[in-house]
């Protein structure tokens, strides 16, 4: 997930639909004017490399395992057991009011709610008052989300922005949206605000406020039949499951087989409110048994049912940015990593560059394709291997660092996708920002099973 003090720069854009060279030469309009402009699209590595995962995975195992079978399974019960977190709580967290009490770190100067309008001293203050700050802990105890839902960091689906007249910030980067939930996710409840409306809570990647709708309290029965069943793993998006759309990153407890596919439990509002466990058969191919042997062609299968889509931050209006692309791609797995992508990089093992070579020659030695992520500040990416010579890499991007007029490199040139590059792409622009390029700012290999 890229940081708002590493974004890359270019105007609030809404991805249209349609082919790739469309979509490269609308952004294009984005990548910013000025002397020695560049005309080509965003990032030529779209256009020019197979945006299709299976043709790398070949020469990367195939089918082959790339984890033996207990491994897996030792890291599949980690996994399961940071998912499941939250309901080992018997208090809220002390983090969850530190960040209740600061705001999420957030504050209203510069901010605005749209693309023009600043945000209103009272309506902040009015979200203070909301989120019940001097009540904290009131109404606390185990929940699950419902459906997909949209944690935020205050009790408000309005939008926070900071200065939208500059690239790289307005819309996609409403820095409300902490991130994306999908239904059946374990919660802890550590605060309700005044009105009743939204609640603070804990779920296994981060803390925020849900609306009180999206959750339900659990008891001991339902919490005990959740963990006491295998987990299934969606591997497509927008799955029907008993009336809302779930997407890849989703675990639901399996319930039964049926020759139509996998049967699964799902949360709903019981009678009493509290949520109780109903029965949906997920469409043939649409879910795995968790753990889904790791090879090449599994993770490939998986990323490309992702390929293409549009960035947003923090998974807003069903989007996904960088780490969440890394973290669902790897939930069928049994790999459950954390929400952004500095945790993510403190995931199992991480190794720098020393010596000469740098970052190539620590690819060459250590990066495993479709298992490794190589890191750089603001930014996470799957590695895929070496095609044609040139390291590539799967990710969700935003855009690449270019000059601007006065040249300083707060332009961007917007891809805003998830793509398949080289490990230096835009590397063919001339004003692509000399130093910060994303080959320039990789800074480890992160080896997240290990």
């Not at 209203?108 to 909301?130: G, H, N, Q, S, V």
């Not at 409110?273 to 889904?292: I, R």
Request: glycine share 10%.
């Amino acid at each position: 997930m890229f940081h708002a003090a590493t974004q890359q720069r270019g105007g609030p854009v809404r991805l249209p639909a349609g082919p790739i060279l469309a979509v490269c030469l609308f952004l294009s309009a984005c990548a910013g004017a000025g002397k020695g402009a560049y005309d080509g699209p965003p990032c030529a590595d779209v256009l020019n490399l197979p945006q299709d995962l299976r043709v790398y995975a070949e020469a990367a195992g195939g089918s082959r395992r790339l984890l033996p079978q207990e491994e897996q399974a030792r890291v599949a019960a980690l996994g399961a057991e940071r998912f499941f977190k939250p309901w080992r709580n018997d208090k809220p967290p002390a983090y969850s009011k530190k960040l209740l009490q600061t705001n999420f770190g957030l504050k209203p100067d510069r901010a605005y709610i749209d693309e023009t309008r600043p945000f209103p001293p009272d309506t902040w203050k009015a979200l203070e008052a909301e989120a019940n700050k001097q009540a904290f802990g009131r109404g606390a105890g185990p929940a699950v989300t419902l459906r997909h839902c949209d944690l935020r960091a205050a009790p408000t689906s309005l939008r926070f922005y900071l200065r939208p007249d500059l690239p790289g910030e307005g819309y996609p980067f409403d820095y409300f949206q902490e991130t994306s939930l999908p239904p059946g996710v374990p919660l802890y409840i550590c605060n309700i605000s005044a009105d009743g409306a939204w609640m603070l809570v804990e779920s296994p990647v981060a803390a925020g406020w849900l609306p009180a709708r999206d959750l339900a309290r659990t008891d001991e029965a339902f919490m005990r039949l959740w963990r006491s069943r295998p987990l299934v793993a969606l591997v497509r998006d927008g799955v029907d499951v008993g009336g809302t759309r779930a997407h890849i990153g989703t675990l639901l407890p399996l319930a039964g087989r049926s020759g139509d596919g996998p049967a699964v439990y799902h949360p709903r509002r019981g009678i009493s409110g509290n949520a109780e466990a109903a029965t949906v058969v997920l469409p043939q191919g649409s879910a795995v048994t968790v753990p889904l042997p790791l090879t090449a062609d599994n993770v490939a299968a998986v990323g490309n049912a992702m390929m293409g889509q549009r960035y947003t931050w923090g998974g807003l209006d069903e989007g996904r940015d960088c780490s969440a692309l890394t973290r669902d791609v790897f939930v069928p797995f049994g790999l459950y990593l954390p929400r952004n992508s500095a945790a993510q990089a403190k995931t199992g093992r991480a190794v720098t560059p020393t010596g000469a070579g740098g970052m190539d020659a620590l690819i060459a030695r250590e990066a495993q394709p479709f298992r490794s992520l190589i890191h750089l500040p603001g930014h996470i990416v799957l590695y895929l291997g070496v095609y044609e010579g040139k390291n590539l890499i799967f990710h969700n991007i935003w855009g690449l660092r270019t000059r601007d007029a006065s040249g300083g490199c707060d332009n961007r040139a917007v891809i805003g996708k998830a793509v398949v590059t080289t490990t230096d792409p835009g590397r063919e622009r001339p004003d692509l920002c000399a130093g910060k390029s994303l080959k320039d700012r990789m800074d480890k290999i992160v080896l997240p099973f290990e």
